[in-house]
């Protein structure tokens, strides 16, 4: 339940930068794709800057993953740092449609 309810919170949060319509179109048969001309789809699509992409939930989520911290050892060291990836403009709107600071240390 608590999972059904954080991914519906996510889903509104972060539909600015998702592709979700409302209704998708449908296909007499979904193996072959219609010939001819394709009709717009009749979901709902957010203004978006130019040059950045829709993602879907799922390929938003695969998106922040990618944003990563690794320990770093130095050769002949016993040294090791934490080095963060830089995040993105969408990784960085993500965090700031739900009101969170993008983590810098593990707690």
Request: proline share 14%; with cysteine; hydrophobic share 35%.
């Given at each position: 339940?608590?999972?059904?309810?954080?991914?519906?919170?996510?889903?509104?949060?972060?539909?600015?930068?998702?592709?979700?319509?409302?209704?998708?179109?449908?296909?007499?048969?979904?193996?072959?794709?219609?010939?001819?001309?394709?009709?717009?789809?009749?979901?709902?699509?957010?203004?978006?800057?130019?040059?950045?992409?829709?993602?879907?939930?799922?390929?938003?989520?695969?998106?922040?993953?990618?944003?990563?911290?690794?320990?770093?050892?130095?050769?002949?060291?016993?040294?090791t740092?934490?080095?963060?990836?830089?995040?993105?403009?969408?990784?960085?709107?993500?965090?700031?449609?739900?009101?969170?600071?993008?983590?810098l240390?593990?707690?």
């Open positions: 339940m608590l999972a059904c309810y954080l991914t519906w919170h996510l889903r509104r949060a972060w539909a600015p930068l998702t592709c979700t319509g409302q209704n998708p179109p449908r296909q007499d048969n979904p193996v072959v794709p219609p010939a001819g001309p394709q009709p717009p789809r009749q979901g709902v699509r957010p203004a978006r800057p130019a040059g950045q992409p829709y993602h879907s939930f799922h390929g938003l989520l695969q998106h922040l993953a990618t944003l990563t911290r690794n320990q770093v050892r130095y050769t002949g060291t016993q040294v740092i934490a080095m963060l990836a830089e995040p993105t403009s969408t990784q960085r709107q993500a965090f700031e449609l739900i009101g969170a600071p993008i983590p240390t593990l707690k």
